[in-house]
Nanobody, 114 residues
Framework: QVQLVESGGGLVQIGGSLRLSCAVSGSLTRIPVMGWYRRAPGKERELVARVAKTGTGIYSDAVKGRFTISRDYDKNTVYMEMNNVKPEDAAVYYC????????WGQGTQVTVSS
């Protein structure tokens, strides 16, 4: 079973940057599409970015132009660079396959301060 370990969250100022990492057990090459999801307080979990094996990223309108997703096959890790962070980006961020599998990691908390 694939295991996912997210890290890199923390406190970031509005307009600041953060890089999230997702360590994937096993070979990342066997997973066609990986994604970053987030759940903000009182909201449903949403998919904000996904990346195919080719490296092409697709983004939700909420993060397009500010977030960049990438995958490193050597490290079996998926990253998400968050730039120009906004208050509405505050959430717990998770990585998972797309479509998601039942297993979820613990997530990593992103807190946005003014």
């Amino acid at each position: 079973q694939v295991q996912l370990v997210e890290s890199g969250g923390g406190l970031v100022q509005i307009g600041g940057s953060l890089r999230l990492s997702c360590a994937v057990s096993g070979s990342l090459t066997r997973i066609p599409v990986m994604g970053w999801y987030r759940r903000a307080p009182g909201k449903e979990r949403e998919l904000v970015a996904r990346v195919a094996k080719t490296g092409t990223g697709i983004y939700s309108d909420a993060v397009k132009g500010r977030f960049t997703i990438s995958r490193d096959y050597d490290k079996n890790t998926v990253y998400m660079e968050m730039n120009n962070v906004k208050p509405e980006d505050a959430a717990v961020y998770y990585c998972n396959q797309v479509p998601e599998i039942a297993y979820w990691g613990q997530g990593t908390q992103v807190t946005v301060s003014s």
